[in-house]
């Protein structure tokens, strides 16, 4: 079972950064982040693969930046120019090419507010 630890949410104010973290229990090929806003789905943010190529929603191109350090099993996601549309719980997942299989951290809320 391949376990995800996320951290780094946090409240910040419209216009600042934050940085989250997930590590993961093993080395993964897929790794994504998503996010969950109140009465909302969840929605995907950014994903990165084993050999770095990355994508992004449109809600966030030019703003957020998702980074991986495979000798650390951690993907981040810089966020900046943060709005309080970003407001969420963000998770982090993690899908084995080998498997299929996906796995979910448990989540860490972003909340941006004056």
């Known amino acids: 079972q391949v376990q995800l630890v996320e951290s780094g949410g946090g409240l910040v104010q419209p216009g600042g950064s934050l940085r989250l973290s997930c590590v993961t229990s093993?080395?993964?090929?897929?790794l994504a982040w998503y996010r969950q806003a109140p009465g909302k789905e969840r929605e995907l943010v950014a994903t990165?693969?084993?050999?770095?190529?990355?994508n992004y929603a449109n809600s966030v191109k030019d703003r957020f930046t998702i980074s991986r350090d495979n000798a650390k099993n951690t993907v981040y996601l810089q966020m900046s120019a943060l709005q309080p549309e970003d407001t969420a719980v963000y998770y982090c997942n993690a899908k084995s090419l080998a498997s299929g299989r996906v796995y979910w951290g448990q989540g860490t809320q972003v909340t941006v507010s004056s």
């Open positions: 093993t080395t993964i090929s897929n």
């Open positions: 990165i693969t084993l050999g770095g190529s990355t």
